[in-house]
Structures are given as structure tokens and as C-alpha cells.
């Protein structure tokens, strides 16, 4: 079974250098789409606060600035290779990234909490809204990892 795929020659057709950010940008705006769209249904399905708690929308308002903070952030700037150096430069680059990384997991973290404190802890007749809550932080949440995006940079040898 291990050689299953082997005749299959799907890599080489296709050139993925080049177009690896395109596919990571696009797939990491399907998940942050997918992730509002679950919590939108919850909202409008369960409009009552005694089925759906409205200030639970704070967990994915926390992801969505995680995910603008983290992605604001180049490879280039944490790593100390951009031409500019900002603000604070290389050090002010990884505290906002670490920023952004503490808003995403916490973030995710509370909307576990919201799932089984909330709900299931409770016996709730109805789960989905805190299971919505936990599915947009996820989603959120991995669209925020990039699935790998990669830069090049061009080096002059002398």
C-alpha cells in the first residue's frame, strides 16, 4: 500500500515554488473565513442570550487580532535580515509576534473553556454554540500558522 501513490507524478506537474505563498495566503483566508462563518450561523440560529451568550464573540475578536498582528509581521523582521528596522527593530518584531502568539492560544484556550465549562459541564440541551465558539477560534487559529509560507530572498555574492 506504501507504493500506492507512486505512479502518480502530480508534483512535477505543477510548479509549488512559486506559487507557495499564493496557496498558503488563500488557504489561510479560507480558514479565518470558515471560522466567522461557523460562529455567524451559531448567532443567527441562537439569537437568545440564554442559548448563546453574545460576549463569547470576544474569544474570536481576540483570534482576528492575532491573526492581523502575527501576519503583519515578515520572516525578514524576526529574523533581522529586512532593510528597515522599524521601531524597535529585530527585538520589537519577536514581542509582537510573541503578543500575537499569547492573543491566538489564549484565545483558543478560552474557547475550549467556553465549549466545556459553558455547555458541556453544564448538560446543555443545545451544544452548538459553544462547539461553533471552539470550530471559529480553531480555524482561526490555523489559518493564523500560515500552512508553511516560505520567502526567498535574492543575496548578492561577492
Not at 83 to 109: D, H, K, N, P, V
Not at 128 to 153: C, D, E, R, S
Request: aromatic share 16%; glycine share 12%; hydrophobic share 50%.
Amino acid at each position: 500500500m506504501s507504493g500506492f501513490l507512486e505512479g502518480l507524478r502530480c508534483s512535477e506537474c505543477i510548479d509549488w515554488g512559486e506559487k507557495r505563498n499564493t496557496i498558503a495566503s488563500v488557504a489561510a483566508g479560507v480558514l479565518f473565513f470558515t471560522g466567522w462563518w461557523i460562529i455567524i450561523d451559531a448567532a443567527v440560529i441562537y439569537p437568545t442570550m440564554e442559548e448563546f451568550n453574545h460576549s463569547y464573540h470576544a474569544c474570536g475578536v481576540i483570534a482576528t487580532i492575532a491573526f492581523l498582528m502575527i501576519n503583519a509581521v515578515s520572516n525578514g523582521q524576526v529574523r533581522g535580515d529586512s532593510y528597515s528596522e522599524g521601531c524597535l527593530g529585530q527585538t520589537g518584531a519577536r514581542i509582537w509576534l510573541f503578543i500575537g502568539f499569547m492573543l491566538a492560544f489564549g484565545s483558543l484556550i478560552a474557547s475550549m473553556w467556553i465549549l466545556f465549562g459553558g455547555y458541556v459541564a453544564k448538560e446543555k440541551a443545545i451544544v452548538y454554540p459553544g462547539i461553533a465558539v471552539f470550530f471559529q477560534n480553531a480555524f482561526i487559529f490555523f489559518g493564523v500558522l500560515k500552512m508553511g509560507k516560505h520567502q526567498t530572498f535574492l543575496y548578492a555574492t561577492h
